[in-house]
């Protein structure tokens, strides 16, 4: 039941199979394909400095231009091949996207390698987020982005936490969550105190400092979770909710929860376990957990089960409901979470579709429909195996794959619309900016 970051990171960047099933019958039905745009196609410039291979969500700025990071290229790296990693910015002029690379990882050892997930802005503009590698114990980092004050588009980087000290957490693969009062939270896949990994807290403290309050360590107890992935969401109340990869103790190891964490006055916070999830039915979650307005929870899992196809499911109070995919062609593995609009549920899944190259897929009701199929375009120039949730604005949704793209392996960061527009909701995008990307999305159908 140990942890490997090796196996984390493998089965992510080399998209091994082993997905789910559940025991809810669903009809599966590819309509008319939604029409895709390649905003940007990453691996463009010599030896991949312009970034290779995306895993993490983008997040859009007031302005309406475009943020993420890639888990590889980059001009720096003393100990990978390709580069370390970058941030970066797509910003649209004239209806074409241009890239910015914000920041290369590895210029040094303790800078931070391999961003995993994207990043979240702060009121000031400042990005922050999170690498699986680097820093001062070589086990992971949270950083933060800058820009310049003189706004001549240099950004400055600065290591809030290096992980890895002595009953720490280690390999932190999760986007990071800001709460009311201006302290971060996220997970850690292993260490703490028994070696299961963290759900952590930083507060900003006098002189710029950051100080780190580990509010739950997972283990030793199997059935309460292990090696959580995913980011944490709040409810309205303070409570964190989660997801972890492993755990459950359904024979074996385990194969994940889905965890409440309740504020104490003093630490740990009490962990209230919502669901385990079984073999028979699907798990090993690595999704974030979304509400809806009604205050259900939904996500999704990357394994096991009967047809091996994968699903979504929702918790409701005192309820567990599950929604399957039938199998290849369609929908398989899904590693992100779900975007919610309205009663529809859009997300990706790392293979399966018409091509076994990923898919976007929507559920409404308990009928889910495939959206788009990757690498339908010669070469796989719109991109394949898409790992990271989606994001929306207006009526179209926007995401990254982690290869494919005009240059091959490097992957794209794509828009999606519809025949039938979704009203997903999700980007602080305003002003005229924003008002060009809609009419970008607009004219791509």
């Known amino acids: ?37 390649v905003l940007y196609s990453f691996c463009s410039a010599a030896n991949c400095t312009d970034g290779l291979a995306p895993h993490g969500k983008l997040v859009f700025d007031k302005a309406g231009n475009l943020y993420g990071t890639t888990a590889g290229g980059g001009s720096n790296c003393q100990n990978g091949v390709g580069g370390c990693g970058i941030v970066f910015e797509l910003s649209l002029s004239d209806g074409s996207w241009a890239e910015s690379v914000l920041y290369s990882f590895g210029a040094n050892s303790s800078d931070g390698a391999f961003p995993e997930a994207g990043p979240t802005f702060d009121n000031a503009g400042n990005l922050y ?31 809030l936490w290096s992980f890895g000290a ?23 896949a292993g260490g703490g105190t028994y070696g299961g990994g963290i759900v952590f807290q930083l507060v900003p403290t006098s ?11 997972f283990g030793p107890d199997p059935y309460n979770g292990y090696e959580p992935e995913a980011a944490v969401t709040f409810d309205k109340s303070g409570n964190l909710y989660g997801t972890t990869y492993e755990g459950g103790f359904d024979g074996g190891s385990g194969v994940g929860v889905a965890y409440k964490l309740s504020p104490n006055s003093q630490l740990p916070w009490t962990e209230t376990v919502l669901v385990r999830f079984t073999r028979a039915k699907g798990g090993n979650p690595l999704s974030a957990l979304s509400f809806d307005k009604l205050g259900n929870l939904y996500g999704t899992l990357s394994s096991w ?27 398989a593995s899904p590693l992100a979470g779900a975007l919610i609009d309205g009663n529809t549920l859009y997300g990706t899944t790392t293979v399966g579709g018409s091509q076994n190259s990923g898919t976007i897929f929507k559920v409404q009701g308990k009928t889910d429909t495939v959206v788009y199929s990757f690498c339908s375009q010669t070469g796989c120039t719109d991109g394949k195996f898409p790992a990271a949730a989606l994001i929306g604005l207006g009526k179209s949704l926007f995401g990254t794959t982690t290869n494919g793209g005009a240059n091959g392996i490097g992957g ?15 980007s602080s995008a305003k002003g005229t900016h924003a008002a060009k990307v809609r009419q970008a999305a607009s004219s791509s159908r």
């Open 1 to 37: 039941m140990g942890f490997s970051p090796c196996r984390t990171t493998c089965h992510r960047i080399y998209l091994a199979l082993g997905v789910f099933v559940i025991t809810l019958g669903v009809a599966s039905r590819a309509l008319g394909q939604a029409q895709e745009k």
């Open 129 to 159: 987020g999170t690498t699986q590698g680097g820093g001062a114990y070589g086990l992971g980092t949270v950083f933060e982005l800058s820009p310049s004050p003189r706004k001549d588009g240099s950004w400055t980087e600065t290591v």
């Open 166 to 188: 002595p009953g720490d957490g280690k390999v932190p693969l999760s986007h990071l969550v800001f709460d009311t009062s201006g302290k971060l939270y996220g997970t850690a």
């Open 207 to 217: 002189g710029g400092q950051w100080s780190e309050n580990i509010i739950f360590s």
């Open 305 to 331: 089960g009967f047809n091996g196809a994968g699903g979504v499911f929702k918790l409701s109070p005192g309820h567990e409901n599950t929604i399957t995919f039938p199998g290849a062609p369609y929908p």
């Open 412 to 426: 794209v960061v794509f828009q999606i619309s519809e025949t039938a527009p979704s009203r997903a909701k999700t």
